[in-house]
T-cell receptor
Framework: AQTVTQSQPEMSVQEAETVTLSCTYD???????LFWYKQPPSRQMILVIR??????QNATENRFSVNFQKAAKSFSLKISDSQLGDAAMYFC??????????FGTGTRLTIIP | DTEVTQTPKHLVMGMTNKKSLKCEQHMGHRAMYWYKQKAKKPPELMFV???????INESVPSRFSPECPNSSLLNLHLHALQPEDSALYLC??????????????FGDGTRLSIL
């Protein structure tokens, strides 16, 4: 079975600084997708970024980028120029094609003004 | 604005009541999902509908009854719930069942409290 591990229950960062959230996963599949979702207090789960396992190039979306290390099964999220609106719970998720998203336990990110 | 609309946003009900949660999407997605989320925990999958047919039931108690009347609508019928069923219920949709590259789009959720 696939598992997703987020070892940082809480993180904080000064506004305008950079922070990296960690995620590791375990799978025997060769093709899969990884996602980072953000859940602010408003409750909605918002897709931040996604990465295909077959692509060596790391995905980037504006201030958000990933460091995908397939051999190490690591998928970290880097947030540059942190803003107050980035404060949220961040979930790493894995999709191996069985219609199920496997989520990590989440990292609560606090932005310090 | 969310593209997946859930109603109601909040629901308080007694253990003997019958109520329904509603989820609607107009993106043409053919996979729809119900999740249960307890505070400070990740969402837990409950049901998956693929092309309007129930494809996954994660051993959910029968007091939760899903229904997919058409490709845009997903309901969750509730009856004789227990206090431990109090949680945030999230609906999600994705374009095509089994498409691993397709992200799931989530609604704002219904916060359910059982008295």
């Amino acid at each position: 079975a696939q598992t997703v591990t987020q070892s940082q229950p809480e993180m904080s960062v000064q506004e305008a600084e950079t922070v990296t959230l960690s995620c590791t996963y375990d799978t025997s599949e060769s093709d899969y997708y990884l996602f980072w979702y953000k859940q602010p207090p408003s409750r909605q789960m918002i897709l931040v970024i996604r990465q295909e396992a077959y692509k060596q190039q790391n995905a980037t979306e504006n201030r958000f980028s990933v460091n995908f290390q397939k051999a190490a099964k690591s998928f970290s999220l880097k947030i540059s120029d942190s803003q107050l609106g980035d404060a949220a719970m961040y979930f790493c998720a894995y999709n191996g094609g069985n219609e199920k998203l496997t989520f990590g336990t989440g990292t609560r990110l606090t932005i310090i003004p | 604005d969310t593209e997946v609309t859930q109603t109601p946003k909040h629901l308080v009900m007694g253990m003997t009541n019958k109520k329904s949660l509603k989820c609607e999407q107009h993106m043409g997605h053919r996979a729809m999902y119900w999740y249960k989320q307890k505070a400070k925990k990740p969402p837990e999958l409950m049901f998956v509908y693929s092309y309007e047919k129930l494809s996954i039931n994660e051993s959910v108690p029968s007091r939760f009854s899903p229904e997919c009347p058409n490709s845009s609508l997903l309901n969750l019928h509730l009856h004789a719930l227990q206090p431990e069923d109090s949680a945030l219920y999230l609906c999600a949709s994705s374009q095509k069942p089994g498409g691993i590259h397709q992200p799931q789009h989530f609604g704002d959720g219904t916060r359910l409290s059982i008295l």
